[in-house]
């Protein structure tokens, strides 16, 4: 499972390598999304709250799975939170979380599997 949008790509690949289907969580309902699960999470890249929405055709797919939860960038967690809530609303469980890179304090993210992890810069 991942949010849209960097992440996509990332999470078609490992899908296509692992023969697992992935779900995206996306940022604005549309109708066609039927019932969908929500859950707000706060963007560090806007400053604003957004919103995390499951698809209703994909919480069949999920009740009772172990699933993996990926993020491109994690800073402040938030996003992975907002993930976290609609997996348990859709009655899976998170087994991993992964991004691309994590940042800000490392000690917070050991147990995120990534590439590496960016250091933050003050000025």
């Not at 779900?23 to 109708?31: F, G, I, N």
């Not at 999470?41 to 604003?48: A, H, N, P, R, V």
């Not at 172990?66 to 960038?73: E, G, I, P, Q």
């Amino acid at each position: 499972m991942t949010a849209e949008a960097k992440s996509i790509p990332l999470a078609y690949a490992l899908s296509v390598e692992s023969h697992k289907p992935y779900v995206v969580l996306r940022k604005v309902y549309k109708p066609y999304m039927g019932v969908a699960l929500s859950a707000e999470t706060l963007s560090i890249t806007t400053g604003e709250p957004q919103m995390l929405y499951l698809d209703e055709k994909d919480h069949k797919m999920l009740a009772g799975k172990r699933v993996v939860l990926l993020d491109d960038v994690i800073s402040t967690g938030s996003t992975l939170q907002g993930m976290r809530l609609v997996l348990e609303k859709a009655g899976a469980e998170a087994v991993a979380e992964a991004a691309i890179f994590t940042e800000g304090e490392r000690a917070q993210w050991r147990h995120i599997i990534s590439l590496g992890h960016l250091p933050l810069f003050t000025g």
